[in-house]
Every structure is written in C-alpha cells, then in structure tokens.
C-alpha cells in the first residue's frame, strides 16, 4: 500500500494536533485541579456543580444575613438590657420615696437622680447605629422613635414617633427573621417619669398629700409596665438569637455536605493527570522524531 506525502502530512498533522491539544487540556486540569474544564467534557457532572454552586451562593447569602442579624440583636438587647436595669434603681428609688418617713429635702433631693434617669433612658431609646439610624424606630429608621415636646405640660411631651413595622431578612429557604426593634410603649413610662419629677420638685411637698402619692403610685406602675416591655423583648431577642445560632450551624453542615460533593465531582485526580500527561508527551515527542525520520527518506536514497 502506498501513501503519498501530502497524505502522510496530513495524517501526521493530525496527530500531532490530537496530541498537542490532549497536552493542553491535561496542562490545564493539572495546573486549576478541576476534571471539568468545559460543559461539554461532562454535561450530568457540570449540571450537579451548578447546582451545587447556587446552593452555596443562597447558603452564603443566608449566613451573611445571619451574622448581621446577629449582630444587630445582641446591640439592641445590651441596650434593653441596661434599660432594664436603670429602670430597677429608679423603681427602688420611688419605693423609697413613697416612704411616709421622707421629708421634703429629701423628696426634692431625689429629682436629679431621677431626671438623670429620665434623659438617660431618653438618650438611649434613641439610639442610633453605626449607619447613623435609629435602632428602635421599627421601619422608620430616619425618625427618633421618643420625641419631646418641651411646651407641653409634664406628663404629655413624650411620644412615639417611629412605628411598628417589620423588616423581616431571609435568614433560609422559606424562612425570615425580623431584624428590626420598636419601643412603643416607652413613652409611658417617660411621661410618668416626667410628672413624677415635676411634682417631687415642689416646695414643701408631702408624700402624704393624695395628689402627690398618686403621681409617684403612676409612676412606679409605669416602671412596672416599662420593665415588663423590654424584658419581654430582651427574652425574645434572646430566642432569636438562638435559633438564628443553629440555623446558622445547619448551614455551616449543609456548606461542608456540599463542598465535599463539589470535591468530588470537580477535582480531578493529579496522579492520573501526571501519567497520562507524561504518555502524551512521549507520543508527541515519538511522533515529531518519526515525522523527522520518515520525512529525510528517499526512494533514491539506496541508489
């Protein structure tokens, strides 16, 4: 059987192009570690990755979500939290001032205790985030949630002025966490507050006298209410926060799950790679010396 020469160049251009390019390609999964390089190469295989990519994109997005939650709710239930405890020694501090024993002085006395307590909880349920909004404002974020009116009488210049919307983040594949706080409710308390200083701050006043004992009896119920608010929601920020924790462990499982799937698929096995490799370049390296070889042959050559 004879070849002709532009047959014979074809036929050894074409494995040295089949050559080559299977060098490439094994180069190429050598060097990033991955088995797939191209869709095509394993279509099954690469659908599963992208699946399994997506995933893992929800999954970080969700932990992300998490974190900054998190984040969020344990600053807000500090800030309850000391509420609470202020309210305490104001609340101790009104006992005491119901004391039938207590002179005028020492009622008087008691007012910058208490109003420092009244700006101080003032202060702090107005208090703002790194972003510069307010914590406890619920949806409305640009607006302080207490608001003061100084012309109205004592007792009547506190208000609510933020609402009690939800914002509510997807902290999972169909499940949302309200990430955002109000203090509804607050105003009560600070207006009581507010009547109770103003009326300890009366010369010559009597706990005996009924008006009196009535403002300072409002008072202590308003401690009472205010208490109850924000350990009620310091305990359910608590639970969040729990929960949030181990949804966030179950994404850190479903996270491992997933990228020791997507190992397995992807990566490609460097042992097979490197012998593989190492044949096609052998063949490719034979086949250049028997192109040379065959190439300087003639027919005449003999003659």
Known sequence: MR??????????????????????????QGNN????????????????????????????QYRDNIAAISQRMSKSEGYLTNMVNDMNSGRDLLVWAANGSNTPEDLNAMVTSLTSLR????????????????????TATDVAPIA??????????YSYSGNTGDQNVVVANGIT???????????????KLDAT??????????????AVRSVVTAGLDGFDDGM?????????????????????ANHANVSLSNQTALKEISQVDIATVAIELNGYTTALQATYKAYSKIGNLSLFAAL
Do not use: C, H, W
């Open 228 to 248: 109850n608010l924000l350990s009620s929601k310091v305990a359910v920020l608590g639970g969040q926060q729990n929960i949030l924790k181990t949804l966030d």
């Open 148 to 157: 003061y009116d100084e012309a109205a009488a004592p007792g009547a210049r």
């Open 33 to 60: 570690g991955y088995r797939i390089q191209v869709p095509s190469d394993d279509p099954i295989d690469s659908v599963r990755i992208s699946r399994l990519k997506r995933e893992e994109a929800a999954i970080d």
């Open 119 to 138: 700006d101080s909880l003032l202060y702090t349920s107005n208090s703002i985030d790194q972003e510069g909004r307010y914590i406890f404002s619920g």
């Open 3 to 28: 070849i002709s020469s532009t047959q014979y160049q074809a036929l050894m251009n074409q494995s040295l192009q089949k050559n080559q390019e299977r060098i490439t390609y094994l180069t190429q």
């Open 177 to 191: 966490q309200v990430a955002n706080q109000n203090l509804q409710g607050m105003e009560d308390l600070l207006n």
């Open 197 to 210: 200083i103003a009326t300890l701050s009366a010369p010559g006043v009597d706990i005996s006298d009924p």
